[in-house]
């Protein structure tokens, strides 16, 4: 059942930054505001970015709690997600149907605390606060492990203070953490948003600030 458990953590990784970015970013269309299947998941989505860069990676939202229509919308929408995988995986491997219940909880658990205690979210999920404070907010896509990112080139570090310990994003003795820093760098390696972004930090504000406003009122 561990294996099945395990394999059920990387499939919900996997899914978590594909649904990251295309469902709740959507897919960018020349012309044409950006695409979701799930419009309403996006709208929300957007709306949390806004609030978040407004207030230093803090969201009222989750203080709110379910008088708050996006974390009704989001709770519903992993109750969903948790429900179809679960019972989707159950007929096979009651270990990735566990692990799909528990990679919905712990996703609305590590990204609500991240969001009402920044300092800790800048601690232990740095990955995240990059994607919400970096000038590139089309990266960083995973929300409670960095692994997909590091295998699909999308983990962009904007100051070294917020480059995890390991890809792994797991606290793990330093030996340990350095080998996997290694292996990582000839085969994932990170990209640098000072290496490539020219913007002045004014610059990145506004044109990150313009998106937000442009994708909420769509």
């Given at each position: 059942m561990w294996?099945?458990?395990?394999?059920g953590l990387v499939v919900a990784n996997g899914f978590e930054w594909f649904a990251h970015k295309y469902v709740l970013h959507g897919v960018?269309?020349?012309?044409?505001?950006?695409?979701?299947?799930?419009?309403?998941?996006?709208?929300?989505?957007?709306?949390?970015h806004r609030v978040v860069r407004k207030t230093e990676f803090s969201d009222f939202g989750y203080v709110e709690g379910l008088d708050n229509w996006r974390t009704r919308n989001e709770i519903a929408s992993?109750?969903?997600?948790?429900t179809v995988f679960g019972l989707s995986f159950y007929p096979f491997s009651k270990g990735m149907s566990l692990a799909a219940l528990y990679g919905a909880g712990n996703y609305y658990y590590l990204h609500r605390r991240a969001?009402?205690?920044?300092?800790w979210a800048k601690k232990k999920l740095p990955w995240h606060y990059d994607h919400h404070m970096n000038s590139n907010q089309d990266a960083n896509w995973c929300v409670t492990?960095?692994?997909f990112d590091y295998l699909l080139g999308t983990r962009v570090i904007?100051?070294?203070d917020l480059q995890e310990q390991n890809p792994l994003g797991l606290s793990l003795p330093a030996p340990i953490s350095k080998k996997l820093n290694r292996w990582a760098e000839q085969y994932f390696p990170v990209k640098s948003a000072d290496a490539s972004s020219k913007m002045t930090k004014n610059t990145a504000k506004n044109t990150v600030m313009k998106q937000l406003n442009t994708q909420v009122m769509e």
């Open positions: 294996k099945g458990f395990l394999a960018h269309r020349p012309g044409q505001s950006r695409y979701s299947p799930v419009p309403e998941s996006m709208r929300s989505h957007w709306e949390h992993l109750a969903v997600v948790a969001h009402l205690e920044p300092e492990k960095p692994w904007s100051s070294a």
